[in-house]
């Protein structure tokens, strides 16, 4: 079983920036693909950014030069490092992990940790 930890999240004025991070315990994720996704209220959550084993990546267009996503696979944690935010970034950010297993996939979310950015 694997638990995910965010941790990293606050209030920031726009313009500034954070770095969040997800701990994982319980398994080694190196061969893990994992993201980042967020959820503001009423709306479905979106993803963010993911990054693959080999630490490729892929960012939704709205965070395009101004998050970073990136993984320690030695410590068992990714890492969004996020500047120039803006007040339409304010939402819950979640990790999330997705192990292959023999058959089909298994999915995995952390609790989330709030981000607010004030205008």
């Known amino acids: 079983q694997v638990q995910l930890v965010e941790s990293g999240g606050g209030l920031v004025q726009a313009g500034g920036s954070l770095r969040l991070s997800c701990a994982a315990s319980?398994?080694?994720?190196?061969?893990?693909?994992m993201g980042w996704y967020r959820q503001t209220p009423g709306k479905e959550r979106e993803r963010v950014a993911t990054i693959t084993s080999g630490s490729v990546t892929n960012y939704a267009d709205f965070v395009k030069g101004r998050f970073t996503i990136s993984r320690d696979n030695g410590k068992n944690t990714m890492y969004l490092q996020m500047n120039s935010l803006k007040p339409e970034d304010t939402a819950v950010y979640y990790c999330k992990l997705d192990r292959k297993l023999d058959r089909g996939w298994a999915f995995y979310w952390g609790q989330g940790t709030q981000v607010t950015v004030s205008s």
């Open positions: 319980g398994s080694s994720l190196s061969r893990d693909v």
